[in-house]
């Protein structure tokens, strides 16, 4: 059965777009703008956290302006060193649509630059690709160089992720159109293919448990279990990690507030308190005062706490 993941793109044009409301909307992946020519985005930080925050895969895009192989592997070294404290699971895809410079240097050179994107990018331990629209595969670039040979993001609308695009270059996700989501105008993608998982350790994946990236219940056991993951094993280091910190709490400490938990007085706490980090600004024998961004949203029981 081929798989269909939704998807989205993102940029400063989506600048405080909202990420749970990417994931209600079933938003499974975004590919979001690193820069362009040597310039970070903007937004770059905040959509990487945000997606993270919600259990969104990401990969990258890089807008060129590239006119020659000097030019392109200095974009190439800038993209690189910009998101070279991120671990996308999706690749870095080189993105050249200024059509006067293809016509200006032409076809082969248009492919050069493009494939010496997807070089440098790749000996820095990414995985890389081009996105184009049918007509720069056709017309700018030498196809038969790129399909099959890089990993492909084809841009062809049909304004519904339902009828598909009549091209075939390969392409491992296709944008299809644009779809509002959070009132916010999206490039939306359909990928067919699950990015392997990282070979993370066990500890490394009960501190992103604790960190709520995750989920809980079963949906956090289905998550581990369909990224090849052993639950059981995560939940035993997720336990253990938990009853190591739970105990040595101190005014400062950056918080999470058990599953469940109530307030020191025994009234019931709103579902979003369990996934948010707090700061502990007051400590009376068992009695703990947590604030956000310096505001106080309640007083828990210290026992009730997580350090992180």
Not at 5 to 13: A, E, F, R
Not at 31 to 50: E, K, P, Q, W, Y
Not at 139 to 160: M, P, Q, S
Not at 192 to 220: H, M, S
Request: a negative charge; glycine letters at 8%; proline letters at 3%.
């Amino acid at each position: 059965m081929e798989l269909n993941i939704k998807g989205v793109d993102l940029s400063s044009y989506q600048a405080g777009i909202s990420y749970p409301a990417l994931k209600a909307a079933g938003v499974k992946f975004a590919i979001i703008r690193a820069g362009f020519a040597d310039s970070a985005d903007s937004t770059l930080a905040d959509h990487v956290n945000g997606c993270t925050t919600q259990g969104i895969d990401y990969g990258f895009y890089w807008y060129s302006y590239a006119k020659n192989i000097e030019e392109v592997r200095a974009e190439a070294a800038a993209c690189v060193d910009i998101i070279k404290n991120y671990s996308p699971a999706y690749p870095v895809f080189f993105d050249a649509e200024e059509s006067k410079i293809a016509r200006e240097v032409g076809r082969t050179v248009m492919t050069n630059i493009a494939l010496e994107f997807v070089s440098e990018v790749s000996k820095a331990g990414y995985s890389a690709g081009v996105y184009a629209n049918p007509s720069w595969f056709l017309y700018f670039y030498e196809k038969d160089r790129l399909v099959g040979k890089t990993d492909i993001w084809l841009a062809h609308w049909t304004d519904n992720p339902n009828i598909p695009t009549r091209y075939d270059f390969g392409q491992k996700i296709w944008q299809w159109g644009i779809e509002e989501i959070d009132g916010m105008a999206v490039d939306g993608d359909i990928a067919y293919y699950n990015p392997a998982p990282e070979d993370k350790t066990i500890d490394e994946l009960a501190d992103e448990v604790i960190a709520g990236l995750w989920g809980n219940g079963e949906e956090r056991r289905k998550a581990l279990t369909d990224a090849g993951y052993d639950y059981d094993a995560v939940q035993q280091a997720v336990n253990r990690k938990l009853s190591e910190k739970e105990n040595n709490i101190s005014v400062g400490d950056l918080v999470r507030v058990k599953n469940g938990a109530s307030t020191y007085s025994g009234e019931p706490l709103a579902p979003f308190v369990y996934s948010t980090v707090y700061t502990v600004s007051e400590l009376r024998g068992d009695r703990a005062v947590i604030t956000y961004k310096g505001e106080v949203t309640a007083a828990v029981n210290v026992s009730d706490l997580i350090r992180i």
